[in-house]
């Protein structure tokens, strides 16, 4: 019935895994928990929680520290993933920050590919080093140059797989040995929201923590922010404490409407996969573009790894126009269908120029040193038909 030998999460675990065969009242969808903290019958019961003798094994204390709709949410991920635990987290950077932040301390060392979302290059590269934690950053995908970057002082190896706007991937199984081989202290952390479970399993492949942005593909919806880490026991326990301090916890209602989102995740994604592909290949003829930078085509230069470790390539496609920055802009303009707006995964379609959103405040030039072309568009396919997204796209290149 499930997947849970194979690498994959399947629709069949989206819509069941982790979740309680009965419920209260026999109530089949999950209720919320909306409350701010738990309350105790006497001072006696309140001793005996705190001596960790509570004879109920669900009762919680404070909202920061736990809620029955969260830690629905979290098995469930938990499940998804084929980890031990998830903690979650009010927004994907909450659930990088926090972390980072629960593993590292002064005086350690992190290497970063380059080609991440970059508010968690900036975290690195601009906040950790406040606190005496140094990095390097090496090209996407390139292992030779990690192992090289890694030190004695290594804790931890941070990538995406697939990046975000450019669609690489990281061997995975390759890139978990390798830290291994080089430093046994050093965990590796894949940001895995542009694949999802149901397209790559990083835990099959040895990688010991996942990190996804909710936002995404998970809610589904674009109507919630969330995050989520799913790894071994011993280590989301310590960034738990983490989320326990900093506060960065996911609302109950928040927690429902993703948990509700993870049920449609393998239909949404398997036909998020299906339409961006059908886009990229119709780009890849198009006279008017450029590059396209999608996993599933063959000219893209991480076409073998993705066949080897993923079941589809995700329902965002990238590309250049030919025409530069105007031009691109005027295609995004033209679209009927997608809207203009930061985010992905969701049943909308979105469009932007990263040059314009994420980059704004570079220059073309400085653009060209981190390979963002003043011409690339970032599509992220929703739920629409594709025929439709596909007309759409054609007559928006003219
Ligand atoms: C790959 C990736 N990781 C993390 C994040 C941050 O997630 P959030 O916006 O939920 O904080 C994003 C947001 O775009 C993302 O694309």
Not at 33 to 52: H, P
Not at 295 to 300: K, P, Q, S
């Amino acid at each position: 019935m499930s997947s849970t030998k194979s690498r994959l999460a399947s629709s069949t675990d989206a819509v069941h895994a982790g979740i309680p065969r009965r419920r209260a009242h026999h109530a089949l969808a999950p209720g919320i928990a909306q409350t701010a903290t738990y309350v105790f019958d006497s001072t006696a019961d309140l001793e005996q929680y705190m001596r960790g003798e509570d004879p109920d094994p669900e009762r919680e204390e404070y909202g920061r520290y736990g809620n029955p709709s969260v830690r629905e949410l979290e098995l469930r991920v938990a499940a998804l993933e084929q980890t031990d635990d998830c903690v979650a987290f009010s927004s994907g950077m909450a659930a990088v920050t926090s972390t980072l932040f629960a593993l590292l301390r002064s005086g350690d060392h992190v290497v970063l590919f380059r080609d991440c979302y970059r508010r968690t290059r900036q975290f690195v590269s601009g906040w950790l080093s406040r606190y005496g934690i140094s990095h390097d950053v090496v090209p996407p995908g390139d292992l030779d140059a990690m192992a090289n970057a890694i030190t004695d002082r290594t804790r931890l190896v941070i990538t995406e797989s697939p990046t975000n706007p450019f669609n690489y991937c990281v061997d995975l199984a390759a890139l978990a040995t390798r830290v291994r081989e080089k430093n046994r202290r050093a965990k590796t952390l894949v940001d895995s929201t542009f694949a999802t479970p149901i397209n790559c399993r990083p835990h099959s492949f040895g990688i010991d923590l996942v990190v996804h942005s909710a936002t995404k593909y998970f809610s589904g919806h674009n109507d919630v922010l969330a995050g989520v880490v799913a790894g071994p026991s011993h280590v989301i326990s310590l960034v738990r404490e983490a989320r326990d301090v900093t506060g960065a916890v996911l609302d109950p209602h928040a927690a429902f409407l993703v948990a509700r989102g993870l049920k449609t995740l393998g239909v949404r994604v398997q036909r998020q996969n299906e339409s961006a592909l059908a886009l990229a290949r119709m780009l890849a003829e198009h006279p008017k573009v450029e590059t396209v930078y999608y996993a599933g085509l063959e000219t893209h230069p991480s076409y073998a790894i993705a066949q080897k470790q993923m079941s589809g390539f995700g329902g965002v496609v990238s590309f250049t126009v030919k025409g530069g920055r105007e031009f691109a802009g005027q295609v995004v303009d033209r679209v009927k269908i997608p809207r203009i707006a930061p985010s992905l995964g969701g049943v909308e379609s979105l469009i932007e120029q990263p040059a314009l959103m994420s980059y704004f405040e570079l220059s073309d030039e400085d653009l060209k040193k981190i390979d963002i072309s003043p011409a690339l568009i970032r599509y992220a396919v929703g739920v629409e038909d594709a025929a439709d997204l596909i007309d759409d796209l054609r007559q928006a290149l003219g």
